[in-house]
């Protein structure tokens, strides 16, 4: 099907044309028909099936501008929120609707200043959430409901905040669901919230005869950076992603693939927002080679031209392998995806293999060069700037400061110093331990038995002690002299 043959406003045939839109993909020629009749629709669909568009257009066809918010659009990530956000706008600008992006990890201020003038909300749960129990938004008008990648939703343990978002919703509305798969539990939100529901799915968009999959199995873990390297340095064409497990390990990849003069852009979810949205812009204007990412982060983002998957760290399930290497091979183009093997990694992938499908073939290892690799981070390596843990510094004019071992805080009144070989002369109701001179203290009552206090009248002390002046000591050690009792 065309674009021109769809039945929706004219301006948005226009710029469908203006982008370069032609051919419906599998998923849009199915959906959009059935969601311009108001039917609510659950689509399977893989990442890149052009899924948003299929949702995107029919909605704007409907909403009404300067009427106040009509659409929400949940989606699992910032990164997939920003996305979906920009296919929104760019539809939305001929026919003057407004699309506000809701996501955490950025003031909420202009984000309740840009609601109040949209028609489209586009925003993760916990931050949609947050704005209606601060009642910056009222979602009672609301006609349309979008839940994006729903799977990843449910999987990172959303379903609460969205079952309590869709109860500041009204019951009479249009819903629907996008997602990878459709298991068990997609099936129980279905029921609970959509009203007889048109289930559209559609195949897998890798051509499987296009797509190689192979493993390294390495026996030393030392080596698998470096063949990480070579294999990246021998396959230049196209995208590169590699999947890591964690965070940290997105950032140690990154930081030693630069290092070895790759050009390398991480995204996780432990980023700042700032640094995320310079990763993906540097892949719109193709200044990275390599992304390295976290399943979550990567997870609906549309990502073109990627030639090689690196699986650094085996995923779990064959689920979450089929997610990875469903971004390469497309639209007729080969693809490989290639798993880094370690002992350590076998039982995961033994779970990958369950799946008989998947066709995975062992690879001799390459001939490589050894190379460096740290896994320390450059701000593990900087020393404290802060005054408050460093014991080699003065805060004699501290009045009420607490410092360690070998700081000056003769001046300080209400200091109580944590090393016993320290001087205070002068604090009249200061406890001090051993080798301590306390002898202007009038209340002090020391903790050391070899310390002297022949001027307190009601002391009671230990062995070795000279106490030739207290009136009213009782010694404990037959051996101490006590003249004057």
Same mark, same amino acid.
């Given at each position: 099907? $065309? ?8 301006? !948005? ?46 909605? !704007?066809? &409907?909403? /009404? ?5 009509? +659409? ?40 309740? &200043? ?9 925003? +993760? ?12 938004? @009222? ?7 979008? !839940? ?12 609460? @905040? ?12 249009? /819903? ?56 990246? $340095? ?20 990154? &930081? ?23 990763? !993906? ?5 193709? $200044? ?24 650094? @760290? ?91 071992? $070998? ?5 300080? *009144? ?30 002090? *009552? ?40």
């Amino acid at each position: 099907m $065309k674009f021109n043959e769809i039945n929706i406003n004219e301006k !948005l045939k226009d710029k469908t044309n203006e982008l370069g839109f032609k051919e419906t993909t599998l998923i849009q020629e199915k959906c959009i028909p059935e969601i311009i009749e108001g039917k609510d629709v659950v689509g399977q669909a893989e990442t890149g099936s052009g899924k948003t568009v299929a949702f995107c257009l029919p909605l !704007l066809d &409907k909403i /009404t501008p300067g009427e106040g918010i009509q +659409t929400v659009v949940l989606t699992p990530t910032r990164e997939l929120c920003v996305q979906v956000t920009d296919v929104f706008k760019e539809f939305g600008r001929p026919l003057k609707i407004k699309t506000t992006s809701i996501y955490g990890g950025v003031s909420i201020e202009p984000q309740i &200043k840009r609601t109040r003038r949209s028609e489209v909300i586009v925003g +993760t749960p916990g931050r949609m959430l947050d704005h209606l129990r601060r009642k910056t938004m @009222d979602l009672g008008e609301i006609r349309f409901l979008v !839940l994006d990648e729903t799977d990843k939703m449910l999987e990172m343990g959303f379903i609460d @905040d969205v079952e309590k978002i869709i109860n500041y919703m009204p019951k009479q509305r249009q /819903t629907l669901m996008f997602s990878a798969t459709i298991e068990r539990s997609i099936h129980r939100l279905m029921q609970r919230h959509l009203n007889s529901p048109t289930i559209i799915k559609t195949k897998s968009q890798v051509d499987s005869s296009k797509l190689k999959q192979v493993y390294y199995d390495i026996y030393q873990r030392t080596d698998k950076f470096s063949i990480l390297i070579h294999l990246l $340095k021998t396959n230049k064409d196209g995208l590169a992603i590699i999947f890591c497990a964690t965070r940290r390990e997105c950032d140690i990849i990154e &930081k030693n693939l630069r290092v070895h003069g790759i050009k390398a852009s991480a995204i996780h979810g432990g980023m700042n927002q700032n640094k995320r949205m310079k990763s !993906l812009e540097s892949l719109k204007e193709q $200044k990275t080679d390599v992304l390295v990412a976290t399943d979550v982060a990567a997870r609906g983002l549309d990502i073109k031209n990627v030639s090689h998957i690196y699986n650094y @760290d085996v995923p779990k399930t064959a689920i979450e392998y089929i997610h990875r290497i469903g971004r390469t091979a497309r639209a007729g183009k080969n693809g490989a995806a290639i798993t880094l093997l370690t002992g350590s990694d076998h039982e995961n992938f033994r779970r990958v293999q369950s799946n008989k499908e998947l066709n995975i073939e062992k690879a001799d290892i390459p001939e490589f060069k050894q190379v460096s690799f740290s896994r320390k981070m450059d701000h593990e390596r900087k020393p404290s700037q802060n005054k408050h843990w460093n014991n080699n510094q003065s805060n004699s004019n501290n009045r009420n400061y607490r410092q360690g071992n $070998k700081t000056s805080n003769s001046n300080n *009144r209400n200091y109580r110093p944590r090393n016993n070989n320290q001087s205070n002369s002068n604090n009249r109701n200061y406890r001090q331990g051993n080798k301590t001179s306390n002898s202007n203290n009038r209340n002090y *009552r020391p903790r050391n038995n070899n310390q002297s206090n022949s001027n307190n009248r009601n002391y009671r002390q230990g062995n070795k002690t000279s106490n030739s002046n207290n009136r009213n000591y009782r010694p404990r050690n037959n051996n101490q002299s006590n003249y004057n009792k």
